[in-house]
């Protein structure tokens, strides 16, 4: 069965950085389109940067600079490297893919979800 284990996240100090890694279990194939997203309990879960199979990244304003999004798709798995971490980063993590197979659709449909990862950032 096809499942998103995620690893990484944790507490850390403003400044500090942290990498969170997601492995793509039973694929077959590379998923179209990896990606991170994070939730605040009570806001709207909020993209935070996406990858697609070929390499075309997209970053949240707020993460630009900071954040690195990378994919082995040899192994399957999705990193995010976070770096210069602040207060506001504190979230729960979550990785996705869209499962299709290919490149070139118009839209992404994250249709899989990992377990979700909890980063806290201290000032």
């Known amino acids: 069965q096809v499942r998103l284990v995620q690893s990484g996240g944790g507490s850390v100090q403003a400044g500090g950085s942290l990498r969170l890694s997601c492995a793509a279990r039973?694929?077959?194939?590379?998923?179209?389109?990896m990606g991170w997203f994070r939730q605040v309990p009570g806001k709207e879960r909020e993209e935070v940067a996406i990858?697609?199979?070929?390499?075309?990244?997209r970053y949240a304003d707020s993460v630009k600079g900071r954040f690195t999004i990378s994919r082995d798709n040899a192994k399957n798995t999705l990193y995010l490297q976070m770096n210069s971490l602040k207060p506001e980063d504190t979230a729960m993590y979550y990785c996705?893919?869209?499962?299709?197979?290919?490149?070139?659709?118009?839209?992404?449909?994250?249709?899989?979800w990992g377990q979700g990862t909890q980063v806290t950032v201290s000032s």
């Open positions: 039973a694929y077959t194939y590379s998923p179209y389109c």
């Open positions: 990858i697609e199979n070929y390499g075309t990244t």
């Open positions: 996705a893919a869209d499962s299709r197979d290919g490149s070139g659709y118009s839209d992404y449909v994250f249709d899989h």
